[in-house]
């Protein structure tokens, strides 16, 4: 009797031992798939996933840099377009990259409300188009490149503002005539390209925002702090006093009917009103 005892004991503890070695190598398995994949994944992300997320991230962060140190002035189209090449190609991988049987799109996309690679990916996306900094380049090539329209805008920008450097002034008198006198042509042929490259002469629609700002910071240059633009300008005082003639053109015009019609020489039969007469005529037939 007392062998069977110990031989259960035995058979118990034994059983016992095997299910906490069980417990150990799942709970073990768990926290490697964890510190893997994160908590809520049991089964572990393919590895080529995880670097094209990877990489997807640092190009991100590049373009996202790239066009905060380029903001002002609005350099993004230019400076950045290698970072947007590399973010944009990547996001199109990301997309298409299967790993047995796995697209990593949804692994990592419309997962969840948050959705937060699609969210940064709009997000970039919307700056480049915003700044319509397609309209910089020419797409017809593997690599795109600045357009012709492009290059020879920014050859006239760097022709009038090494004009307006390098013209030099007296400094007592402090008189930019020179400057206006000087590089009003380079000026002229500036401002009168920039017109041409939109249909509505402002191009804030079309146009590459690289080449709007550097407009607008040469034309507020020119008129603002050169004021070269003063010849252009028309005195107050005619616009004042044009605008007080013709607010008193009414006046005199009810004055002279007033006092100098003609209708005042008339018979006063001719000047009754008709509604006078009909009460007049009422009252002679009531006699």
Known sequence: MNSYYHVFLLLFFHSNLMKADTLNYVQKHVEVLLSKTGSCYMTPLPQECSSVLNDFADYASNFTKCSILNARPIRICENCIDHYLSFRNKYQELLSTVVNGTSCKSIFMSCDRLDAILEYHDNILSIWDKGHCDACYNWSTDVPKLSNETIHFIELFNGTMACINNTHIDPSLNDT??????????????????????????????????????????????????????????????????????????????????????????PNVLKQSRFKQTILRSLGRSN
């Open 177 to 266: 005539q020179v400057i206006c006198d000087n590089c009003m042509k380079s000026y002229l042929k500036l401002d009168n390209y920039y017109k041409t490259l939109s249909a509505d002469a402002i191009g804030v629609d079309s146009i590459c925002m690289d080449i709007v700002d550097s407009m607008n910071a040469t034309r507020s240059i020119w008129s603002k702090t050169l004021n070269c633009c003063r010849i252009r300008k028309t005195p107050e005082v005619i616009f004042l006093v044009c605008t007080g003639v013709i607010s008193l053109l009414p006046i005199f015009y009810y004055l002279v009917l007033r006092y100098f019609s003609p209708i005042r020489d008339l």
